[in-house]
């Protein structure tokens, strides 16, 4: 094991279970590391807001990576930094997506839009992110104009993997198109990814990306794995995506979380 400073952790499918729940032994795992002198961060496809119901009980001070790096916020929400999509990147891409049949979602640094209440994800995702979209019947100038995260929603993954490889075909480097969920394709600003989140905190923190260990689940956290030290794939994770991490934890509903932290970083 390298020294360790810095511990990154993908909040859904990795530091929650699949109902959403903090667990008390993941709380105690990281404060744990509060005491070891290792930081703590989290990074995930959710808007920082919806990531604020964390802050509190993991005494979180590092600053938080919401839209996959698209905005970095203080615990207490202040915006250190936003890197939008263009506007004709996010024109392009909401029409990609609805030519797929996929429903598309706008996210701003502040708003949630969708087109469909009664979509799927819909009233799972505002749960989860524990504050409700706004509907509107179609995405304004306005509204491409300030898009941080477009997200393409539907139940058929095979129709997800498809679209996410003719987006990342079409848009090129002008946008970074990863599955955060098997029927969740995240569009964000090219800079916005969980490997640029690893560059940027460890510029923030001064430390050696050596020093950084990442936590995930997705193809999204990938990008992660590679620019850190130390990389472990939760349980829940696909057979590629355990592939490219240094270790493999139990899954999210059995505390591999946790257990991660304990094994590697308390040696308990």
């Not at 995702?125 to 491409?144: C, G, N």
């Not at 075909?169 to 946008?175: E, F, Q, S, V």
Request: proline share 5%; charged share 25%.
């Amino acid at each position: 094991m390298p020294k360790i400073s810095l511990l990154i952790a993908d909040v859904d499918g990795t530091l929650v279970t699949e109902d959403k729940v903090l667990t008390e032994r993941a709380q105690a795992a990281v404060a744990a590391l509060h005491t070891r002198n290792i930081r703590f961060a989290i990074t995930s496809g959710r808007p920082p807001r919806g990531m604020s119901m964390l802050v509190e009980p993991l005494s979180l001070t590092s600053p938080m990576a919401g839209f996959n790096g698209g905005v970095f916020a203080c615990p207490d929400l202040s915006v250190l930094e936003t890197r939008k999509l263009s506007p004709d990147v996010a024109r392009q891409t909401i029409e990609m997506l609805q030519h797929h049949g996929m429903d598309a979602w706008l996210y701003t640094s502040t708003d949630w839009q969708i087109q469909k209440k009664d979509a799927p994800h819909v009233a799972r995702e505002a749960w989860t992110v524990k504050f409700e979209p706004t509907v509107v019947a179609r995405y304004s100038d306005q509204d491409l104009d300030r898009a941080v995260k477009i997200v393409g929603v539907s139940d058929d993954h095979a129709l997800v993997a498809k679209c996410e490889a003719d987006v990342s075909a079409a848009l090129g480097d002008r946008a970074s198109a990863k599955r955060s969920q098997p029927y969740y394709l995240d569009i964000t600003n090219p800079s916005a990814n969980k490997g640029a989140v690893v560059d940027e905190l460890v510029k923030m923190f001064d430390i050696a990306p050596e020093e950084v260990m990442t936590m995930g689940d997705m193809p999204n956290d990938v990008l992660m794995f590679k620019r850190s030290g130390f990389s472990i794939a939760m349980g829940n994770a696909s057979d590629e995506v355990k592939s490219q991490a240094s270790a493999v934890t139990d899954g999210y509903n059995d505390e591999g979380f946790a257990k991660a932290v304990e094994r590697y970083l308390l040696n308990v």
